[in-house]
């Protein structure tokens, strides 16, 4: 794929499926293939890459004689890292964001826990690095650099679990942090008692605490949602 045809697909991706997403195109919505190639003035093999992408995330299912049919919200591929950030575009935000820190509250205390137990040397000296550049840009309305140790806390916290289905949802989590950061779901500076609770995170994981480890983290997401309560209502 040239860089040329690489970019008509991009772009044909960012608008079709935000929209497929946002509820532009309804469930059982039926796109055709001509019609969606004069809109956005691409060639044919341009399209179908594009739609074979979108029915790789399950938002259409492609049939001779029919066309291209959106399909229900419910069989969505709504872990797709994709999938989530058009969502997160979208109308439907709040929602969105609200679920997936629910996900979070869910499963990270758990693998905090696990990683008190399972961590690497290395990992422990990650997770500390993280959340002390976590600490070091707290202030100064830096959010930017805070969400890359932030991202690299809880993926890093999550592979160390030692459990491979938790480690696979590192790039969930990432689109949730980036989300929030990207479309204002934040305050200007992170909320120091957030960000003492990640050192103390660190620092339970470090020494083998995984009943503290844990504790800690469920309060990390609990405060994650009281958030939204007051950003995202």
Wanted: glycine residues 6%; negative net charge.
């Amino acid at each position: 794929m040239t860089a040329q045809v690489r970019g008509l697909h991009a772009r044909v991706l960012e608008t079709l499926g935000p929209a497929i997403t946002g509820g532009e195109y309804p469930p059982g919505s039926v796109l055709r293939i001509d019609e969606l190639c004069k809109e956005f003035e691409v060639s044919r093999s341009v399209m179908r890459e594009a739609v074979r992408v979108l029915e790789s995330m399950h938002l259409v299912e492609s049939r001779r004689r029919v066309g291209v049919t959106v399909l229900p919200t419910p069989e969505w591929n709504v872990y797709d890292p994709q999938v989530i950030r058009w969502r997160l575009a979208g109308a439907d935000r709040p929602r969105q964001l609200r679920s997936l820190t629910v996900l979070r509250s869910a499963v990270e205390p758990t693998a905090a826990g696990l990683a008190a137990r399972n961590a690497t040397a290395e990992q422990c000296a990650k997770i500390t690095e993280c959340a002390l550049g976590m600490v070091a840009n707290s202030r100064g309305h830096r959010l930017e650099d805070y969400l890359l140790h932030d991202v690299e806390f809880h993926r890093t916290i999550l592979c160390a679990s030692g459990n491979e289905m938790f480690a696979r949802l590192g790039d969930v989590v990432a689109e949730v942090l980036t989300g929030r950061t990207h479309h204002q779901v934040m305050f200007e500076d992170p909320d120091p008692a957030a960000v003492t609770l990640h050192v103390k995170v660190a620092e339970a994981v470090r020494e083998r605490d995984a009943v503290r480890a844990e504790e800690l983290t469920r309060e990390i997401t609990l405060g994650a949602l009281e958030e939204l309560d007051v950003l995202a209502p």
